[in-house]
């Protein structure tokens, strides 16, 4: 059993930064975070292979959101910069204990943290 608790998100204007971590209560094969703005489907935004370090990330943030991982703290990090208003959403950490299913496919996640909220305003 791994339990995900995140902390971070909040507020900011276009262009501004925000950062959110997750720290897991036990060992991890993939962590990452999913968001999910009102009225639109949830969608995987990023994600690390804990052991490896291989990381992946969904078009619309490449190169403005960095996926990271503070091993002695077993604690995941999104460091969002040029932010959008587009990337408003709820976004929520979660985490596989081993390999299988599509990294991308919100039902291969077995672990999820509770959500924090980022908003971006315009």
């Known amino acids: 059993q791994v339990q995900l608790v995140e902390s971070g998100g909040g507020s900011v204007q276009a262009g501004g930064s925000l950062s959110v971590s997750c720290r897991a209560s036990?060992?991890?094969?993939?962590m990452g975070w999913f968001r999910e703005a009102p009225g639109k489907e949830r969608e995987g935004v990023a994600f690390i292979y804990t052991g490896r370090g291989d990381t992946y990330y969904t078009d619309s943030v490449k190169g403005r959101f960095t996926i990271s991982q503070d091993n002695a703290k077993n604690t995941l990090l999104l460091q969002m910069n040029n932010l959008k208003p587009e990337d408003t959403a709820m976004y929520y950490c979660?985490?596989?204990?081993?390999?299988?299913?599509?990294?991308?496919?919100?039902?291969?996640?077995?672990?999820w943290g509770q959500g924090t909220q980022v908003t971006v305003s315009s």
């Open positions: 036990g060992a991890t094969y993939l």
């Open positions: 979660v985490a596989k204990s081993g390999p299988g299913g599509n990294i991308w496919n919100k039902h291969s996640y077995r672990y």
